[in-house]
């Protein structure tokens, strides 16, 4: 019988990558005759990927649109920094491993969806001594469709053994939240993540502060009213 399920993202939901995301983007920018950027000014894009980062960050400096072959070019020197310094200065949350703790002792499934690469995903995530947590863990390349595409979403559940019926999504950005209600999914919004706009502007089923608040009582909740 399929279980109950939690689904979170990675970056800026699971594990706080920023530091790591922006040092790459750093070194890269260098590499590209560019400037660094501040780190508090662009921590807000982090969650938009590398391709966005170093497009943002070259439009910025030079006022002109990056051409294709070198925004490739940048962003294979982004992609071998930061695969090299895995896991670097990323850490979970606070509250995050006693969470997965909790509904894990409950019988719930965990997994990971994410537009991360996922050999980056699982590299990050076996780096922490995580893995074995995770039922599954899904980027783009694993069933060649991304978030928003709901059936990123349905098709990791469906690869964790999890019930759909059963799940809730735990993102920080518009993208998951969108991606859970076409799934027809409860999605809680954490506020300490990587968007330009809180995620309550989003309108999630819930939003938390901080891992102590994901309780299983809030989560019984959230997927007995999506049965309705």
Known sequence: ??????????????????????DSLNHTLVAGGLSQVDDTAFRRFVGQGGRVMIERAYTAQRKQQ?????????????????????????????GVIAAMDRFASAGYLLAVCTNKYETLATGLIRSLGLSERFAAITGPETFGIRKPDPRHLTETIAKAGGDVTRAVMVGDSV???????????PVVA?????????????????????????TLGMAQKLIEAASR
């Open 175 to 185: 993208t998951d939240i969108d991606t859970a209600k076409a799934a027809g999914i």
């Open 66 to 94: 990056l051409a294709a072959l070198e925004h490739d070019r940048l962003h294979d020197i982004f992609l071998d920094h930061y695969t090299l310094n895995i896991p670097g200065r990323s850490q979970p949350y606070p």
């Open 190 to 214: 954490v506020d300490f993540g990587y968007t330009d706009r809180h995620v309550s502007e989003y309108e999630p089923s819930v939003v938390i502060s901080h891992y102590d608040e994901l």
């Open 1 to 22: 019988m399929s279980k109950p399920i939690i689904v979170f993202d990675l970056d800026g939901t699971l594990v706080d990558t920023a530091p790591d995301l922006l």
